[in-house]
C-alpha cells in the first residue's frame, strides 16, 4: 500500500470502502508536508497549538470521508489542506494576531532549507548552498508575513499547490489569492535583502 504508484484519490477510495492500510499510507504520504505547514503557518506564537491542529486536521478527514468525493477536479491533498487550513484560520483568529516576530526562533525541521522554493530548484547544487546559508533568515521573514499571505507563500512554494488549488484551500477568489502570494514575495524580498535577490531575479526571467 505504500506504492507511491497509487494516487491519493484512489487510496481515499479504498479507505473510504473500508480498507485500513489506505488511511495508513495517506497519512505516512502526507504527515511531515502537512505537520510542517501547519507550524509554518501559524507561526511562532502560535506554536503550542500545532499538535493539537494537526490531529483535529486528520480526526476530520476520518469524520468526514463519506462526504469526500473527488469531484470538480479537486484532489484529496486539495481537500486535505483545505480541512488544515480552515482550522488553522480558527485558531489564528482565536490567538488574536495575524502574525509575530521572535528573533529567537529556530526552525527545527529535519527537512532541508531550500524546500521551500519550487521543487524544480531543489536538485541544483549550488541553490542548496543557497538555502543552507539563508535557510533560517528566510523562515524567521516567513513568521513576520500576515497569516494568510504566509500561508500563500507556502502553499505554492513548498507544497506546490497551484493558484486554482489554493483557491479552494483558502476559498478565496483567483486575483485574491495572487494578490496575497504577490505581497508575501515582496515583504520576503525586503525582510531577506541581498540573500534572495539572485533568486527572485532567476524567477523573474524564467
Known amino acids: 500500500m505504500g506504492d507511491i504508484s497509487i494516487s491519493d484519490d484512489v487510496l481515499m477510495r479504498k479507505f473510504c470502502a ?85 528573533e529567537g ?4 525541521d529535519s527537512e532541508t532549507p531550500w524546500q521551500l522554493w519550487p521543487a524544480s530548484t531543489a536538485d541544483q547544487t549550488e541553490q542548496q548552498v543557497f538555502w543552507r546559508n539563508a535557510g533560517q533568515q ?21 507544497d506546490g499547490l497551484s493558484l486554482d ?8 477568489e483567483f486575483e485574491t489569492v495572487k494578490s496575497r502570494l504577490r505581497y508575501a514575495l515582496s515583504k520576503l524580498r525586503l525582510c531577506m535583502g541581498a540573500h534572495l535577490q539572485p533568486i527572485f531575479e532567476s524567477e523573474n526571467t524564467a
Open 18 to 102: 473500508g480498507d485500513g492500510k489506505a488511511f495508513q499510507a495517506l497519512y505516512a504520504r502526507h504527515e511531515k508536508p502537512l505537520y510542517r505547514y501547519l507550524r509554518r503557518v501559524l507561526g511562532t506564537a502560535l506554536a503550542a497549538q500545532v499538535d493539537e491542529v494537526f490531529q483535529d486536521t486528520w480526526m476530520r478527514m476520518v469524520d468526514a470521508r463519506d462526504s469526500w468525493q473527488p469531484r470538480d477536479g479537486v484532489a484529496f491533498k486539495t481537500w486535505l489542506y483545505t480541512l488544515a487550513h480552515h482550522r488553522a484560520v480558527d485558531i489564528l483568529r482565536k490567538g488574536g494576531r495575524e502574525f509575530s516576530v521572535d
Open 105 to 108: 526562533w529556530q526552525d527545527d
Open 138 to 158: 528566510l523562515l524567521h521573514c516567513l513568521d513576520g508575513l500576515p497569516a494568510l499571505q504566509r500561508a500563500a507563500f507556502l502553499l505554492h512554494h513548498e
Open 165 to 172: 488549488e489554493m483557491t479552494q484551500v483558502l476559498n478565496a
